[in-house]
Antibody, heavy 122, light 106 residues
Framework: EVQLLESGGGLVQPGGSLRLSCVASGFSFSTYAMIWVRQAPGKGLEYVSAISGSGAVAYYADSVQGRFTISRDNSKNTLYLQLNSLGAEDTAVYFC???????????????WGQGTLVTVSS | DIQMTQSPSTLSASVGDRVTITCRAS??????LAWYQQKPGKAPHLLIY???SLESGVPSRFSGSGSGTEFTLTISGLQPDDFATYYC????????FGQGTKVEIK
């Protein structure tokens, strides 16, 4: 059974940093691309960042380019998202999700974690 | 960037109704479109990919159609478990979601 478990969310002050983790199980982690998607309270879904199965290629939404960094450790079956220079607009539930392919381009996402809440407030 | 626009934003329906949700892309995305269902406090759940392919395990009352810029999600015979919010997502160029359609009880 595919499982994705996010952690690392919490309350952080504006300008602060956090690192989110997503531990995967039930599939060959390195074979599949992964994505982070966020959802602000009461709002819709927004793509944040994606990474290929090997970790060699990464993609970022314009809204987080230069502030967030996606990475993965295939030996630990873990996906990461480093969040820096956080602002109130980054407050959201952050979901990790799995692609059915090694490259996320031209792909949807077939399994999702339950999310971790990031709150940016002073 | 490709923009996705869903309509309606909210839909009131009864159990047994046939429900249709529309998603329009700002430029052609061929059939690179997925539909997800999300319930409050839960993760999105994949229903349809490649515009009309039903994900394994998803009930056959869900169907998708369309290509280019206009797509539809149809629920034939709404069930109590189907009251939720539905999102379309394009994956032709990066990834963009529609704003969502909430299906509520009439």
């Amino acid at each position: 059974e595919v499982q994705l478990l996010e952690s690392g969310g919490g309350l952080v002050q504006p300008g602060g940093s956090l690192r989110l983790s997503c531990v995967a199980s039930g599939f060959s982690f390195s074979t599949y691309a992964m994505i982070w998607v966020r959802q602000a309270p009461g709002k819709g879904l927004e793509y944040v960042s994606a990474i290929s199965g090997s970790g060699a290629v990464a993609y970022y939404a314009d809204s987080v380019q230069g502030r967030f960094t996606i990475s993965r450790d295939n030996s630990k079956n873990t996906l990461y998202l480093q969040l820096n220079s956080l602002g109130a607009e980054d407050t959201a539930v952050y979901f990790c999700a799995k692609s059915p392919s090694v490259s996320p381009t031209h792909d949807f996402f077939d399994y999702w974690g339950q999310g971790t809440l990031v709150t940016v407030s002073s | 960037d490709i923009q996705m626009t869903q309509s309606p934003s909210t839909l009131s329906a009864s159990v047994g109704d046939r429900v249709t949700i529309t998603c329009r892309a700002s430029q052609s995305i061929d059939t690179w479109l997925a539909w997800y269902q999300q319930k409050p406090g839960k993760a999105p759940h994949l229903l349809i990919y490649r515009a009309s392919s039903l994900e394994s395990g998803v009930p056959s009352r869900f169907s998708g159609s369309g290509s280019g810029t206009e797509f539809t999600l149809t629920i034939s015979g709404l069930q109590p478990d189907d009251f939720a919010t539905y999102y379309c997502q394009q994956y032709s160029s990066y990834w963009t979601f529609g704003q969502g359609t909430k299906v509520e009880i009439k």
